[in-house]
């Protein structure tokens, strides 16, 4: 139980969210780190090198 | 019964038709191409372990009930694998959709997976959205309210009435799951048929 309650203190969740307001456009920062992370993922797939590829590459 | 018969029965012609667009060693190839082996290519079956996790945890949660998943620890626990799969699925969803996207996934004849993939993605959204009006707590009683004004804007709302908790239940638990894995199956079973699609350069060089 403690290390739900060492979790819940890192990352208070029962609390009201915070939102970021630029003219017309308005959204959760949860929302904007998952966005975030989702290009830089996807930036990450396109350019880190896969296991075995030159491997494979040579046998061919 | 004669050959001809035979040959004439449905069964016979549709076994046929499916052995010849998708032999055994095309539905689970040995090999693939070596241009798969980038980490673009792995977030259609990052989608696909994902949907399984959900559908897994689905049923977990249909078993015991509301008053298990939010009265008990392990409840929670398969709430929350439920609530975290689906982020991965959509997470993971985003990225392949982005990949494809960028490398026309479309080309070669792949038009009706491309299809079948954005189906996918609407449907899935819808069984996102029902799944948030099942949770029976504040938050999906919130989520109702504040969406029924949209629905009943577009004239929907008499036929598909978000405050109805029975009936968006039997949506997300049910119809939408059931269409949301044939269309990935039929996604799945198009990409073993045509094949995954090539990088330009490589496809460039196909035609040269």
Known sequence: MSHFLVFAAIFPLNTLGHYLHWHIFLISVANLVVIVLMIVTFLVALFAPFPGRRRRRENR | ?208
């Open chain 2, 1 to 208: 019964m004669s050959t001809t018969e035979i040959d004439r029965q449905w069964t016979t012609r549709l076994r046929r038709r499916a052995a010849g667009k998708l032999p055994p060693e095309k539905l689970l190839p040995d090999t693939q191409p070596t241009y798969v082996s980038s980490w673009i290519y792995v977030f259609g079956v990052a989608t696909l372990a994902s949907l399984v996790v959900v559908i897994a945890t689905g049923c977990l949660l249909a078993i015991r009930g509301p008053q298990w998943w939010h009265g008990s620890y392990i409840g929670h626990f398969v709430n929350s694998l439920h609530l975290w799969s689906v982020e991965i699925f959509f997470f993971a969803m985003v990225i392949h959709l982005w990949g494809k996207f960028f490398m026309a996934a479309w080309r070669g004849g792949r038009g009706l997976t491309w299809v079948t993939g954005v189906v996918t993605f609407v449907v899935s959204i819808a069984t996102a959205f029902t799944g948030y009006l099942s949770q029976t707590n504040f938050d999906s009683q919130w989520i109702s309210t504040q969406a029924k004004d949209g629905i009943n804007a577009t004239g929907g709302g008499a036929y598909w009435n978000v405050l109805n908790v029975g009936q968006m239940l039997m949506w997300h638990i049910v119809l939408l799951p059931i269409a949301a894995v044939v269309l990935t199956a039929l996604h799945v079973l198009l990409v073993r048929v045509k094949g995954v699609v090539p990088p330009f350069e490589q496809s460039t060089q196909v035609a040269q």
